[in-house]
Nanobody, 127 residues
Framework: QVQLVESGGGLVQAGGSLRLSCAASGLTFSSYVMGWFRQAPGKEREFVVAINRSGARPYYADSVKGRFTISRDNAKNTVSLEMNSLKPEDTAVYYC????????????????????WGQGTQVTVSS
């Protein structure tokens, strides 16, 4: 079965950096768009960033543009999220997600287009 396993979350001070990783198994990784979403307490899950199948084209939410960088390694079935200049408002549970249909139909930015999800990893940014 498909598994997405996130790692790398933790507690960091504002202005600091963290790197999240997501290891995928049970799917043809290069056939999937990969994305990161986050959900803060009391808020809806929101799009953070996605990357197309080849890894050549990222899509960023305005709130993280210039601070976060997504990358993928199709040989290792992994996707990573480098987060710099972290702010307290970045505090959330971060989820890795995979979509077979985005890029053919549907939006990169909609969580409904992603059929597989990881369990999430907590990122806490202190002020």
């Amino acid at each position: 079965q498909v598994q997405l396993v996130e790692s790398g979350g933790g507690l960091v001070q504002a202005g600091g950096s963290l790197r999240l990783s997501c290891a995928a198994s049970g799917l043809t990784f290069s056939s999937y768009v990969m994305g990161w979403f986050r959900q803060a307490p009391g808020k809806e899950r929101e799009f953070v960033v996605a990357i197309n199948r080849s890894g050549a084209r990222p899509y960023y939410a305005d709130s993280v543009k210039g601070r976060f960088t997504i990358s993928r390694d199709n040989a290792k079935n992994t996707v990573s999220l480098e987060m710099n200049s972290l702010k307290p408002e970045d505090t959330a549970v971060y989820y890795c997600a995979a979509s077979a249909i985005v890029g053919y139909s549907g939006s990169y930015y909609s969580s409904r287009q992603y059929g597989y999800w990881g369990q999430g990893t907590q990122v806490t940014v202190s002020s």
